[in-house]
């Protein structure tokens, strides 16, 4: 933050920086790093520079903004005795007091996915009239083909009639990625930036959209061509709603798991291998008694285990300045294939479809030992995970990593395992290697995958 | 007021953090992020590890009874070069390419490599009278480039320009990183291809060349873009500053004099709320600069009148500059760049497209400067210096659109978007400032709209 511009140094042009002091209402240049303590309080860490040449002046602006956010686990969210919904993103002490005690309505508008609407709707309303909330519940078909500029228009629109504060009513969003990914757009687009709350209902969300920056919705027929880079204030976290998720739609969101095991952590890998169809058959709640408590356990550390993991990717490289990301592993390929095939894939399925793909090239390169495959595409199919496409094609493929080029600066940036929760990121994969694998990939998957049955 | 990230994770560390739920007390840890061969590992404060690169950013991890709750601090650093140049247009110059590329030898390997490739959207007047000569640029140093002239007016500043835009960007196929969209025009312009390089790609690099005197002070030294929605001004948009501003005032030769005046308001609204020098050079040398287009502004020459357009132009960057690179985002509503746009949104969109931007700021201010007239604030001789000064740069002082409802309504509207309070800057002096939070009391309002009218609803509009 706040680097002087070297090359301006090496220049014949004398570069003069500045520091931004508040004086009353108003803020001075004033010359020089060093500042009067007296007025330390008041310094901005943004930092002018300047520099006069013959054509005129260039002014540098270097202004560093924080982004801060929460993501919270809560139990019992909709519990009308919890206060999370309302106030769990205050984090100032003595907003939070004074809030309590004024008397002044709360208000919230919200955005529910339908389908989340059909099942929970009943309970947000009964939780927001207990807590005398003026509130507006928006419920829309949040689905990938929905997933567009038009949604989120819409919800715009209803925004805008609603009269929301600038600053202390944030829009909460419940549903799953799709839902959270349109309303953070919108919400981001709102006089340039209001704040927004995100309720995952999907393990997906849960673990990956819930904690991240990114929102986005379709264009051009293009996965997230449109978006922004601004988190919500926060992100509340509440394991239950994943009880009414259909089986299929939690192994989409163990795919998400998966990859940050396998990038990052072998005790996540371990422990979904050794309890995957638990979590499955418990769809990661407590109260199972052909599992006992230690089904919750393994929950719990198995979402944490993958937030924290997430969190530590995402945090120092928020704005995806660094274009190598471990995260991107199952997000070469699974865009095109998840477009091409629409509705028919999930995301977590694509995306573990490309990762099983992908394990196929660390091994053809020596990176993984053909038991540590095994050992993978067994936890893949355990977790009831599909590890091939037909769509998947070696086309598909190739021009799935030219777009990659494209879209990353000239280099491929292929995250690949390097050892069970260990990876690195390589540019000089040879076609040889990526073909051989796709063979080896059909050879000897292609027949489970007629098994499966969801396609 | 803002704060630095340093100052924010430590008022975290002195640990006065209460946990949502009403428990009284949790663990909390904090974790530095650190990159060991490309993956980024969490490590508590208190061990230190030499290896690996250190980020910026944070994670506070609290635990209690009711689950673990994460707090991520993470700075983005927003650098921007605003670039007063000449002869942009002359094929012969680097900056219109080069000039958002800050090291001298990333240029140079820049300049060398495979073919270069711009997108540029121009405003469909400029182009008129500028279109062959940027075709002549790109086309004499061989950039494979597509420009799109469009109609950026107030009427069209919608998002469907913006999708547009982004529709002929995606077919023309740009790189993530270093084929930055070009956007020539004025403010409408400027912002409505803002918004598009924010939104594709979640970010795409652009820049700004203003072709307006109001542009190069205002719209181009700052983050802001948008558009209008719902019949209000720039309810959409981002913070996403351009990655340059090229700053050529040659293009003010084809402005018609009305878009000068237009654009000299906003400099005046600097000089009221920060720099009376600036406003005596206005006030002396308005008509001048006026009639001579505000020629010769960016060179160090000896003539005199060259030199107050030099330095006025100058003034009005940085005062600008000053007031928005420590409040890029906004996160305080208290600005003093908000003079005269607290009720001219409201007035501009009523009466589209009759006033200019500039036009409906000045009737802000000089109904906002009888209010500070009629507080006590301002004496009648400065308010009349201000006034006479507005009329000498023949900008409207009056609208008979502007009305008691209009103004009480925007002052409501205000309040509203202002999380709670009015922040009115008004002047107390000339060339100096304050922000007011409580709303103006009904009769001091009622008095000086009167007073307002009474005196200057001959003037007329503009």
Not at chain 1, 432 to 445: F, G, M, R
Not at chain 2, 3 to 21: H, V
Not at chain 2, 27 to 51: D, H, I, Y
Request: with cysteine.
């Amino acid at each position: 933050m706040g680097k002087d511009q070297q090359e301006d140094n090496k220049t014949k042009q004398k570069t003069s920086e500045f520091s931004l002091v508040r004086v009353k209402s108003t803020w001075k240049c004033k010359l020089g790093k060093k500042i009067n303590k007296d007025t330390a309080g008041c310094v901005s860490p943004a930092k002018i520079y300047e520099s006069i040449t013959e054509k005129g002046t260039t002014w540098t602006v270097v202004s560093p903004i924080t982004f801060t956010y929460k993501v919270t686990e809560t139990q019992g969210l909709l519990d009308p005795s919890n206060d999370t919904l309302l106030l769990g993103h205050i984090t100032d002490p003595q907003q939070l007091e004074d809030i309590k005690k004024s008397n002044k309505p709360i208000r919230r508008f919200l955005v529910a996915d339908q389908e989340v609407y059909k099942i929970y709707g009943t309970k947000i309303i009964e939780y927001l009239e207990v807590n005398d909330v003026v509130y507006k519940i928006l419920a829309l078909p949040t689905t990938e083909e929905n997933k567009s500029m038009e949604m989120a228009l819409k919800i715009l629109e209803e925004v805008n009639n609603f009269s929301l504060d600038r600053r202390t009513e944030p829009i909460i969003a419940i549903g799953g990625g799709v839902c959270l990914d349109i309303v953070g757009l919108a919400a981001s687009l709102y006089r340039r930036r209001t704040p927004y709350i995100r309720v995952p209902t999907t393990l997906l969300s849960y673990i990956d959209a819930s904690v991240g920056a990114k929102t986005g919705v379709n264009f051009a027929n293009c996965k997230n061509k449109l978006g922004a880079y601004i988190p919500p204030t926060a992100a509340f976290l509440d394991l239950s709603f994943i009880q009414t998720v259909p089986r299929r739609h939690i192994s989409n969101g163990l795919a998400e798991m998966l990859k940050m095991a396998l990038m990052k952590h072998r005790g996540l890998f371990e422990l979904l291998e050794k309890h995957g169809c638990m979590l499955l058959d418990t769809k990661f709640q407590a109260n199972n008694s052909a599992y006992g408590c230690s089904s919750f356990k393994a929950a719990s550390q198995a979402t944490r285990i993958a937030i924290t993991t997430m969190l530590e990717e995402l945090a120092p490289n928020l704005w995806e300045d660094d274009l190598n990301r471990l995260v991107d592993f199952g997000h070469l390929i699974s865009p095109a294939l998840e477009m091409k095939v629409l509705p028919s894939l999930l995301h977590g399925e694509a995306v573990n479809i490309d990762m099983s793909y992908m394990v196929y090239v660390s091994q053809e390169s020596g990176l993984l030992t053909e038991e540590e495959k095994q050992r993978i595409i067994s936890c893949m199919v355990g977790l009831e995970l599909p590890v091939w496409h037909e769509a998947c094609t070696m086309e598909l493929i190739q021009k799935s990593l030219q777009d990659r080029l494209k879209h990353s600066g000239g280099l491929v940036r292929m995250p690949l395992p390097i050892g069970l929760g260990q990876a690195e990121i390589f540019n000089n994969t040879s076609y040889e290697i990526l073909h051989k694998a796709y063979k080896k990939w059909c050879d000897e998957l292609s027949v489970s995958s007629d098994s499966s049955g969801d396609h | 007021m803002t704060e630095s990230a340093s100052d924010i994770w430590s008022s975290w560390d002195s640990g006065s953090m209460i946990s949502k739920n009403n428990s009284s007390c949790s663990q909390q840890t904090r974790f530095n992020l650190v990159q060991v061969k490309g993956a980024w590992n969490r490590q508590p404060e208190q061990s230190q590890t030499a290896e690996g690169k250190l980020s910026d950013a944070k994670i506070y991890e609290n635990k209690s009874e009711h689950g673990v709750s994460w707090t991520v601090f993470s700075p983005i650093t927003f650098t921007y070069r605003v670039i007063q140049c000449k002869n942009i247009l002359d094929p012969s110059d680097d900056t219109l390419l080069w000039g958002h590329v800050g090291d001298d030898e990333l240029k140079g390997t820049l300049i060398n490599s495979k073919p270069v490739k711009r997108f540029v959207v121009i405003d469909e007047t400029v182009n008129q009278l500028y279109g062959s000569w940027v075709t002549q640029y790109f086309e004499a140093r061989q950039v494979v480039h597509k420009i799109l002239p469009l109609p950026t007016t107030e009427e069209n500043k919608s998002l469907e320009l913006v999708t547009k835009i982004l529709q002929e960007v995606h077919q023309f196929g740009i790189d993530r990183r270093s084929e930055p969209i070009i956007a020539i025009g004025g403010g409408v312009c400027l912002d409505v291809v803002g918004l598009a390089a924010s939104l594709y790609r979640r970010r795409t690099p652009y820049i700004r060349v203003p072709t307006t005197v109001l542009s190069y002070i205002d719209a181009s030294v700052g983050a802001k873009t948008g558009v209008n929605f719902a019949g209000g001004k720039n309810k959409l948009g981002s913070y996403i500053p351009p990655v340059a501003t090229f700053l050529d005032c040659s293009f003010f030769q084809t402005l018609p004099p009305r878009q000068i005046s237009n654009g000299m308001a906003e400099m005046l609204k600097m000089a009221l709320m920060k720099h009376r020098g600036l406003f005596e050079l206005l006030e002396a040398d308005g008509r001048r600069l006026l009639s001579t287009k505000m020629q010769s502004c960016d060179t160090s020459s000896s003539s005199e009148h060259e030199h107050s357009a030099t330095v006025s132009i100058r003034i009005a960057i940085e005062t600008m500059l000053e007031e928005l690179a420590p409040n890029l985002w906004e996160d305080d509503l208290d600005r003093l760049v908000d003079f005269g746009h607290l009720i001219s949104p409201e007035l501009e969109m009523r009466v589209l497209p009759a006033l200019l931007h500039g036009e409906a700021v000045n009737i802000d201010m000089s109904f906002m400067v009888y209010v500070s007239h009629q507080k006590g604030l301002l004496t009648a001789d400065e308010k009349n210096r201000i006034i006479r000064c507005m009329l000498g740069l023949d900008l409207p002082v009056w609208h008979q659109d502007c009305t008691l409802a209009l103004v009480q309504k925007s002052l409501r509207e205000r309040l509203k978007h202002s999380a709670g309070s009015v922040r009115m800057p008004l002047p107390t002096g000339l060339g100096r400032a304050e922000i007011f939070h409580d709303m103006i009391e009904d009769n001091i309002l009622c008095q000086a709209y009167a007073k307002w009218t009474d005196e200057l609803s001959s003037s007329g509009n503009k």
